[in-house]
Structures are given as structure tokens and as C-alpha cells.
């Protein structure tokens, strides 16, 4: 029986810490992006399509509202790359949703990186 994989990183951009950090377990993975501190923020939760229905998985807010465009974006992000459940939170403070999107893009980027790393390395 394998246990949930976490990571946690972070980046700094624009004199602001923005922080990650990646929860995988079987069938779902949980990620919270943070600026200055591990928060939870808006939740979105996006479910990937089955492999023989074309399309973009379908996501939806169950937390929150000011991030609410990014959350499900990554939420949805997330789904397609893992072929799983995907839960996003996304916490903000001094940036602006539509500013923080590259950067978060970049942190999400590279904690699944890590990730695909990880389980080369457990082989």
C-alpha cells in the first residue's frame, strides 16, 4: 500500500514568497499556493473526463471567490496532467489574481516536476 506523496516549495518573485504545497494520494492530489505563508484560500475541485470523452475536465469553486478564475485554471491544470481528482487553493494578499497567475503557473510547474522526479527515484 503506497502513502500520499507531499511536496512543498516555494518561489520568490517580486520581493513576495510564494509557496506550494503538493498532497497525492490514489485517485486525487490537493494543492495550496500561498503567498508569504501556507493559507488556505479559494478552493476550486476539477474531475477529469474519462479517457474516451474529448474535452477539458469540469471544475467548480466550493470555497471562496476572489481567486476564483485562477483556482479552477489550475484546478482544471492539475486534473488533466494527472488523470485525477484536482483540488486548488489559492491564497493572495498583495498581487492581484491576474498577476500572480505566471508566477503560480511557474511554482505549479515545478512541484509536479519534482514529483515526476520523485517517482523515477523510488524505482
Known sequence: ?????????EIVEQNVRFLAVY??????????????????GTLAIAVPRPMDMPGSPS??????????????????????KKRKIA??????????????QSILRRLVDKIMSMEHA????VA
Open 1 to 9: 500500500m503506497n502513502r500520499a506523496k507531499v511536496i512543498k516549495d
Open 23 to 40: 498532497l497525492e494520494t490514489k485517485n486525487a492530489c490537493l494543492v495550496l499556493l500561498s503567498e508569504k505563508e501556507d493559507k488556505l
Open 59 to 80: 471544475s467548480s469553486v466550493i470555497l471562496g471567490d476572489r481567486n476564483a478564475v485562477s483556482a479552477r485554471m489550475f484546478a482544471e491544470h492539475v486534473a488533466s
Open 87 to 100: 483540488l486548488v487553493s489559492i491564497y493572495l494578499e498583495s498581487l492581484n489574481e491576474m498577476q500572480a
Open 118 to 121: 520523485m517517482e523515477g527515484s
